[in-house]
């Protein structure tokens, strides 16, 4: 499980995140929503080491303990299983589909994958030879989503996973993370504007503005806040089903 609490992060005198505090369990995906500016991003880079916070605690909990993280880096944090993708896939475009997801097992020393069960697990194994620039944009983020695995994340970080995706890809995506999280027992936190896919993965949302967390809870009880309502969706109510 990885956790933070009362998180905060300034810039100069604006307040990116304050005191933040969430925290998602094993074979758990939770989402988070708010409009741009929120702060979600700016959350996701404390998370994972991309910047540190200016006070709070972020732990990871495992095997009876917890470790903090606040001043481990980002590769130190994704040796300890906390991994992240990106709203655009940050892939080597050059090196064929299998050499990215190799790549990342040797940078965090993971020396025992089965590339070839991954690769069907993640839908990839016919396009293992080819390279990840050639490939459509769904694909690539599948070959994002197969190399932070590789690299033994246990804590899944998404960055709007959905994004860019059609209707059919945002469904397969959706089944397919399902399937990854259930068989691998992972904690999945993700950040989306795709409200039906929040609904599909999450039992649990956090709604952000202005840097706060202002409402938790099912996606049905979090949509039907009015300070959601007013906060995200501009005072029209978003049928949450």
């Known amino acids: ?7 905060c992060k300034s810039y ?9 505090s969430i925290s998602a369990s094993p074979n758990e995906t939770v989402g988070i929503i708010g409009s741009n500016g929120a702060g979600k991003t700016t959350l996701f880079n404390l998370l994972t080491g991309f910047d540190r916070p200016t006070s709070g605690q972020i732990y990871l909990m495992r095997g009876g303990g ?25 892939l080597f475009g050059n090196l064929t589909v299998e050499g990215n997801i190799q790549a990342g097992a040797l940078g965090a020393h993971q020396r025992n994958v089965d590339y070839e069960a991954l690769l ?3 839908g990839l194994w016919e396009k293992r030879e080819l390279t ?11 070959v994002e989503l197969a190399r932070t695995l590789a690299a033994g994340a246990k804590v899944l970080l998404l960055d709007e996973p959905a994004a860019g995706l059609n209707e059919t890809e945002t469904a397969a995506l959706a089944d397919l993370l399902v399937g990854v999280r259930q068989h691998r027992l992972l904690t999945i936190i993700l ?6 896919f929040i609904q599909h993965l999450c039992k649990r949302v956090y709604a952000m503005d202005l840097g706060k967390i202002i409402s938790t809870g099912t996606p049905k009880e979090v949509l039907e806040s009015p300070q959601v309502i007013d906060a995200i969706f501009g005072g029209k109510r978003f049928d949450a089903g």
């Open 1 to 7: 499980m990885i956790q933070c609490e009362n998180l």
């Open 191 to 196: 950040i989306e504007h795709n409200m039906d």
């Open 66 to 90: 917890k470790i903090l993280l606040n001043r481990l880096p980002p590769y130190r944090r994704a040796k300890e299983g906390v991994g992240r993708t990106f709203q655009n896939p940050r």
């Open 12 to 20: 100069g005198g604006i307040v990116a995140v304050d005191r933040v």
């Open 132 to 142: 990840a620039e050639s490939l459509p944009y769904g694909d690539q983020k599948r």
């Open 120 to 122: 069907n697990e993640l």
